[in-house]
């Protein structure tokens, strides 16, 4: 038997031949689609449009530019230590006013090509960004999406929604659950206050404008029960909002509830 007899009779023994057939012509056909996009729209770099190998990701000019937070840091805030002094370690200003989430983690500080995205995304309507940093956050808190029982984002008031046409935090959730398997309560906490934009006040007046500002609704709360959440937003600055959000999912009946945003303000010294 011939190379290609034998080649022939390999292939007609796999399965059916017209479903090989067909099958193979779809790859071949989303294939020659992928390529003809690549060369009508060439991929470009998610944040300064400059060309990049592949689509949806960084170029390497931006990527140099975030200030990630890795190891070491606070074990309850998250924020980084200039050098390591172990495991476990907990951060001044986390013992002088401790959070009332147990643990918060974010993939990078608030600050240049960060800050543009995340602009981007809650203020420009660039919700294909939703699953790229939804990635990273959930590289970034691999440790807390461990130990999460329910994913839930932190909800717009619905008066803010309607005008904003969408939630950053849940479009990032979604993300962070699809990548991981973590299953998604997008109701479990409710925004039931309107409250004023937190940009200019002071930590204590963010408090104050945040007080009692969710609510887990009664139908909700076999769902949020002693189970451990992660809550989901895209920007972590004071923690005023993260505070009053686990607070309501604490007494609601939560067991823990954690934090995961992609970005966080950092006060260096």
Not at 112 to 138: Q, W
Request: charged share 25%; with cysteine.
């Amino acid at each position: 038997m011939s190379a290609q007899e034998r080649e022939t009779t390999d292939v007609i023994s796999d399965g059916p031949p017209t479903a090989r057939w067909l099958g193979a012509g779809r790859r071949a056909a989303r294939d020659g689609v992928r390529v003809l996009l690549g060369l009508v729209y060439p991929p470009r770099c998610i944040a300064c449009q400059s060309a990049t190998a592949e689509a949806q990701a960084l170029c390497a000019a931006c990527w140099s530019g975030f200030g990630f937070i890795e190891a070491p840091c606070c074990e309850r805030l998250g924020t980084p230590f200039p050098v390591d002094l172990g495991p476990g370690l907990v951060s001044p200003a986390a013992i002088a006013d401790p959070p009332v989430f147990a643990r918060a983690r974010a993939v990078c500080r608030f600050d240049g090509v960060a800050r543009d995205l995340v602009h981007k995304l809650k203020y420009g309507d660039r919700l294909d960004l939703a699953p790229v940093l939804g990635a990273m956050m959930a590289q970034a808190g691999r440790e807390l999406i461990a130990d999460a029982d329910l994913i839930a984002p932190t909800p717009l008031h619905r008066a803010r929604l309607w005008s904003r046409r969408f939630n950053q935090a849940m479009a990032l959730a979604q993300a962070v659950s699809r990548r991981t398997g973590v299953p998604l309560a997008p109701a479990a906490l409710t925004r039931v206050k309107r409250t004023r934009p937190q940009i200019g006040l002071t930590r204590a007046q963010r408090a104050d404008n945040l007080q009692g500002a969710f609510r887990v609704r009664p139908e909700m709360r076999p769902m949020v029960e002693q189970r451990r959440i992660l809550l989901i937003d895209d920007v972590l600055t004071t923690g005023a909002t993260a505070n009053a959000a686990a607070r309501a999912l604490l007494r609601a009946g939560a067991r823990q509830v954690d934090v995961l945003t992609f970005a966080r303000v950092v006060t260096d010294g």
